[in-house]
């Protein structure tokens, strides 16, 4: 029998392998050299021979984030230098192809605006991007808008575009205006995400200067925002077809008692969700601060496939349960994360009352209403140390027995409930890989893919 080696795989198969070798990246809150040094084992083995090199060129430049941030934190004025990324584009053209996702982190000083003109190249050379994020800076708010144009107009497969403010830099009405001038030039954009609209920030009367069902983007994801309900409606009328919403708020919002978040809860959403009602397939709102399912209804919305929730907003009442009942509603997913600074879920969070609630969702939906559920996704990821290694207080029916009870009743009517798995032992949680990389996000509920929704069309 002849011996095999690594080089007689197809091409499908060592990219597979080359891409095991990348570390998990962990969010923005990553070091920039740590995002760079999960790289490092793939840059060694496009060294190997020039198989490897042209399979894991590709994914090098696949995702590429630029922190001028980093650069202008840790250097004098004096010695600020083009970042590394720019450079490398500018000496090797033949990598700009393989660029999808481009993050640029805006200078946050005056002193370095020439970084600018360095976001400007990247944007124009680096054509084939689908994703962009563009971070602002109190300093270069501006520039943000007038970046995100320049990409609109340079990049014609970008799909999905965020515009983020930081650290005290929040979106602003003209930036915002300024950044979609150009959207009749991107027949791609199918996402816009927005993140961190400050209270203070633009007049009502400016925020209605957005041209109603002038966008066409399908889908619109609203992070941290502290405004009215009023600016929330001129935000979701500016799209011209809404299909899929995500509304989410921090702890931070809460924590801080902002007045623009307290009140916020799902009867005072339903008249803004009325507004794109026929059209809505995906709506997930998370973390918003009353409780209860009252005022709301999405029995009347013909297309909504998936329904994405927080414990927090809906609250345990079975009795309003039926509420949910969109014709058409084929996913349910319950979020138990309890976003808290000092605190974290327990066992107990998802217990007997919480059962109950899951039992009057596929009972009412399922059997009574005839809604064609088949998922039920939970989001639960408590703290378990102190049970895990048979502490007296442990409960004695553990969450996920719990759920599996449920899948078991109710599998006759094909349904799946679904639930984050049991997080790390202790082994897991001190491992030098994981920690290098920033935690347990592994044991979360993979991310809801919008194009899912085309398998149950």
Not at 245 to 253: C, G, P, R, T, V
Not at 314 to 336: E, K, Q, Y
Request: hydrophobic share 35%; net charge negative.
């Amino acid at each position: 029998m002849t011996a095999k080696v690594i080089l007689d795989l197809p091409d499908e198969l060592l990219s597979h392998v080359l891409t095991l070798s990348v570390g998990p990246l962990r969010g923005y809150r990553l070091r920039h050299d740590g995002r760079r040094g999960r790289l490092v084992p793939l840059a060694s083995l496009a060294r190997v021979c020039r198989r490897f090199n042209r399979l894991a060129t590709p994914l090098l430049y696949e995702g590429i984030f630029v922190s001028h941030v980093y650069q202008c934190s840790r250097r004098p004025v004096e010695e600020h230098t083009a970042s590394r990324e720019w450079q490398v584009m500018k000496a090797n053209p033949s990598t700009r192809q393989f660029c999808r996702r481009l993050e640029i982190d805006a200078a946050r000083s005056d002193q370095c605006d020439k970084h600018t003109s360095e976001a400007r190249d990247l944007i124009k050379w680096l054509t084939n991007t689908t994703t962009l994020k563009l971070h602002s800076w109190p300093a270069t708010y501006r520039d943000t808008g007038s970046l995100a144009r320049l990409a609109l107009t340079s990049m014609p497969r970008l799909r999905s575009l965020t515009l983020t403010g930081w650290k005290g830099s929040t979106l602003r009405p003209p930036v915002v205006r300024e950044a979609l001038a150009g959207f009749g030039y991107s027949l791609a954009l199918r996402s816009l995400h927005l993140q961190h609209i400050g209270e203070h920030e633009g007049t009502l009367e400016q925020w209605a200067e957005l041209t109603p069902h002038a966008l066409s983007v399908t889908k619109l994801t609203v992070f941290e925002f502290l405004q009215t309900s009023k600016v929330l409606s001129h935000l979701i009328q500016w799209v011209k077809r809404l299909e899929h919403l995500e509304i989410h708020y921090l702890f931070s919002a809460d924590y801080a008692g902002n007045e623009t978040y307290i009140g916020w809860s799902l009867g005072k959403l339903q008249p803004m969700l009325e507004l794109q009602r026929d059209s809505l397939t995906c709506i997930s709102i998370s973390h918003i601060c009353v409780e209860g399912l009252a005022g709301f209804d999405v029995t009347s919305f013909p297309n909504l496939r998936f329904l994405s929730l927080c414990y927090r907003a809906t609250g345990l009442d079975i009795h309003l349960v039926s509420r949910l009942a969109a014709p058409r509603l084929n996913r349910f997913r319950w979020d138990l994360t309890l976003q808290d600074q000092q605190c974290s879920e327990q066992l107990g969070h998802l217990d007997e009352p919480q059962e109950k609630f899951l039992r009057a969702v596929a009972q009412t939906l399922l059997v009574e209403l005839k809604v064609p559920l088949r998922e039920i996704l939970v989001q639960f990821r408590p703290e378990y140390d102190h049970w895990l290694f048979g502490a007296p207080w442990a409960p004695e029916v553990l969450p996920w027995d719990r759920l599996d009870s449920i899948q078991r009743d109710y599998s006759e009517h094909g349904l799946a409930v679904i639930c984050s798995p049991p997080g790390p032992t202790e082994e897991e949680r001190f491992d030098e890989s994981k920690l290098e990389y920033g935690g347990t996000e592994e044991y979360d509920l993979p991310d809801f893919e919008y194009d899912d929704l085309a398998k149950d069309k």
